[in-house]
């Protein structure tokens, strides 16, 4: 009897478990790369993923929705887990308006996530809600058996392009140190640059792309650039794509700005650093530079989720799943 009692139990626990599913929800027009990897994390214990837009929420009607902020104020279902990740600040114009706009407006969740500490301050929030940090980080294949193909591209840049003041970058491909040098830009949205820049042969566009594909393209380069303002919130935000770079082993060219440096400082490695002019930014000049990677062993995705809280915070609100075994 205690014997079939506990076999009931399991398979309500399974059912349970297999039944649980969760909807990452954002409005698709940037670059999310953790949510692939939130994606292979959960469905590798057995949970359901979704990608949707904020529209197709109550038609789906998940156990869990995970916001990606913006903003958010629908109502939720009863017993439904709601779940707010704040991958960054506002970014100018009206930056500071913006984030008190979301603090204000936003519906209450069960939990919060934010990138690091200084996007966790910068909201601010008051109240009692738990909360956790969840960085980016890298898939631990790529820290393996790291491809090497014939180098098709001299530089490749990959990730957002507005608000980083990509031209004056371009314009050294276009009439400056490297006009001779082919660079491939992985980017979404180009259309506008695209037209800008249609008459420079050496400078190409793809995107959006497939992750596995980006890492291709990445190997298939002989320098990476990783170009950001030395300006809030960008200057204190992690930057996946040089994560991704060195996790390929490609010499990494980097503006200068508070995050690389402090991440530099702990984690090892060596970038060119460019000038604000980018007047050292020459071929020459790379090719004596003794690159070097940083130590990546702790910055694979599946650590970065373990980290974050998440887990526990999921494993309370659903008895019976196990989120936390390896």
Known sequence: MVEGGLHSQLNLILQL???MRIAFIHHQQ???PEIPAYQQYFSSKGITCEVIKPQELALLKPDVAWHF????NQKKLPKQVVIHEYTSASVPPLAELKNLYKRWVNARPDYRLFLNQHVEQVFSFKDDVPYGFRDMGVPAAWLDNIPSPAKVYDFIYVGEWKHRGIHELLNVFTEGNLKNRMLLVVTRDYDDLLHQYRGYVNISFKGPLEHAHIRELICQSKFAINFMPDKNPFNQQTSTKLLEYAACRIPIITS???WVRSFQQQYGGRYFFLSDDLSGF???NL???D???PDLSSWTWDQ???RSGVNAFLENQFPGINLTAS
Do not use: N, V
């Open 291 to 293: 690159f070097a990677f």
């Open 304 to 306: 970065q989720i373990r």
């Open 256 to 258: 200068d700005y508070e």
């Open 30 to 32: 940037a670059f999310l």
């Open 69 to 72: 902020m913006g903003t958010d």
């Open 287 to 289: 090719q004596g530079f």
């Open 17 to 19: 478990y297999k039944a």
């Open 282 to 284: 020459a071929w020459e």
